[in-house]
């Protein structure tokens, strides 16, 4: 069985000091619940500073993005290499605010994914459709396009390490939740493919989150659906009484 994962991604929140103030809280209230495995992605301002003040703790740190170059004239740019030496063990690839706002692609989100593997940075690879796409019934095309060219190259023993996350563009952010039924059929279409195109094994042991505004109230019903092993957060990842209720949602 893939041991859960909860990853609260933060966005363009928190200070240095409220940041590490906010881990110092989440680490203590968490001691009671070690079967579930919890990542945070501060910003990059923050990396380091969080990944100090966890260490020896079991809660693992994720950048937000990186370039898929290790050097070079990128101005305002953090390539793998430098993420892994800030203390990122983890890294959120392709969630749709980027696809969306900073205009990334597949084929960009492929490169990314290849140089944090390089950089042995664990990638969370983000998936999910927009609402006209889900109306014209093209949610599992979408799917097999991005999971297909966003991890082109990538070996089956690379894929049991990564993490691909779920998230149906149309409910991140706005309140709206992908119903049990709908989290489940996409999820389940995703093992399936992993499954063809990586072979049993790799996909058996890649863990598929979902995000699209998770939050308390609809945790436990997302987290006992049998192809979803964790979560991606938002929002509720920012409040740690919050936080921790969602992580004991997903204890199996």
């Not at 909860?6 to 000091?17: D, E, S, Y």
């Not at 370039?67 to 070079?72: L, V």
């Not at 203390?87 to 140089?115: C, M, P, Y």
């Not at 799917?143 to 998230?167: K, N």
Request: glycine content about 10%; charged content about 20%.
């Amino acid at each position: 069985m893939r041991r859960p994962l909860i990853a609260g991604n933060w966005k363009m929140f928190k200070t240095v000091r409220e940041s590490v103030s906010f881990v110092t809280d989440l680490r203590g209230r968490l001691r009671d619940v070690p079967d579930v495995d919890v990542v945070v992605a501060p910003t990059a301002l923050a990396l380091h500073a969080v990944a100090t003040a966890l260490q020896g703790d079991a809660i693992g740190v994720a950048a937000q993005n990186v370039h898929w170059e290790r050097e070079g004239a990128f101005t305002g740019e953090m390539s793998a290499p430098m993420a892994r030496e800030a203390g990122a063990q983890w890294v959120i690839i392709g969630h749709s605010e980027r696809r969306t706002l900073f205009g990334e692609t597949d084929d960009t989100v492929n490169r990314k994914v290849r140089a944090a593997l390089v950089a042995t940075l664990i990638p969370i690879v983000c998936v999910g459709e927009t609402l006209p796409e889900r109306e014209s019934g093209q949610t599992l095309q979408v799917l097999d396009r991005q999971i297909q060219a966003g991890l082109d190259g990538v070996t089956g023993a690379e894929l049991g390490t990564a993490v691909v996350a779920y998230e149906p563009v149309w409910a991140i952010g706005t309140g709206v939740t992908a119903t049990p039924a709908q989290a489940q059929d996409a999820h389940a279409h995703i093992r399936l493919r992993l499954t063809q195109w990586f072979g049993v094994e790799a996909a058996s042991r890649c863990r598929v989150l979902y995000g699209g505004s998770v939050k308390p109230e609809n945790a436990a019903a997302l987290m006992a659906l049998p192809d979803v092993d964790g979560a991606l957060v938002g929002g509720a990842s920012l409040e740690t009484a919050a936080f921790k209720k969602i992580v004991e949602s997903a204890r199996r």
